[in-house]
């Protein structure tokens, strides 16, 4: 995309105001449409009509609409999946149990309603309806650490590897139930019309979910365990 001198004027212009202030309204703006349209439906003229900014800043800032909405994504991702507190407490010093259940809470908080919870719903639904090769970039740029470290930890409590197919499952059933409250949340509410999502309600969702699947987890490990002494095979 060729910037003409007036668009680079404009650009100058909007740096002297602030380009984090311009980013942040550009990210904001995109965040909106791309949640209501979709990636495929959504022009860079609808996200600058919205965020009163000239179209040659997306290029500028982004390089180019893909590039946005691997940020939008980026952000979204980040802040209403309550990254940081997940990354804590996969740091914490305590045992596999407790600190998988301060996963659970962390991640669960992330769904209190609001713009960024209901804005990562949307988007993630217009993936699933069309997928974008940015999904993928972004799960190995935001998810897939923080996986590797759930199969590390599954894995310790089953006794099992980590990429062992018994622990993917194990891991893929503990995120299940979380996601089913990110992304059903409108089928759920219509079968549970006391589901507010309010914080309280969030943490005892997580603890029982905590609950529900660490009882499966510790009987796993006992069982695999008392295999591994009766066969005499490492376990």
Avoid at 121 to 148: C, F, G, K, W
Avoid at 167 to 185: D, K, N, W
Wanted: overall charge positive.
């Amino acid at each position: 995309m060729t910037i003409s001198s007036n668009a680079k004027r404009r650009i100058r212009l909007a740096d002297k105001r602030g380009p984090d202030a311009t980013r942040a309204k550009l990210l904001r703006a995109a965040g909106r449409m791309f949640a209501q349209r979709g990636f495929q439906a959504t022009t860079v003229r609808d996200i600058c009509s919205r965020a009163g900014a000239n179209v040659a800043l997306v290029n500028y800032y982004f390089g180019g609409k893909k590039g946005l909405y691997m940020a939008v994504l980026h952000q979204l991702m980040a802040q209403s999946a309550h990254l940081e507190e997940v990354r804590g407490a996969l740091n914490r010093d305590a045992s596999p149990e407790d600190i998988l259940g301060s996963v659970i809470k962390a991640r669960l908080r992330g769904l209190c309603p609001g713009v960024l919870a209901d804005e990562q719903s949307r988007i993630m639904m217009h993936e699933l309806a069309q997928p974008t090769p940015a999904l993928t970039r972004v799960i190995n740029d935001i998810s897939r650490p923080i996986y590797e470290k759930l199969l590390e930890l599954v894995g310790g409590i089953i006794g099992r590897r980590p990429h062992d197919e018994k622990t993917r499952l194990c891991v893929h059933s503990v995120m299940g139930q979380m996601i089913v409250y990110a992304l059903a949340r409108p089928f759920l509410v219509r079968l549970w019309p006391e589901l507010k999502m309010t914080p309280a309600q969030l943490d005892t969702i997580a603890g029982h979910i905590a609950d529900f699947s660490l009882a499966y987890l510790k009987q796993e490990g006992i069982r695999r365990r008392k295999a591994a002494e009766e066969t005499g095979v490492p376990k």
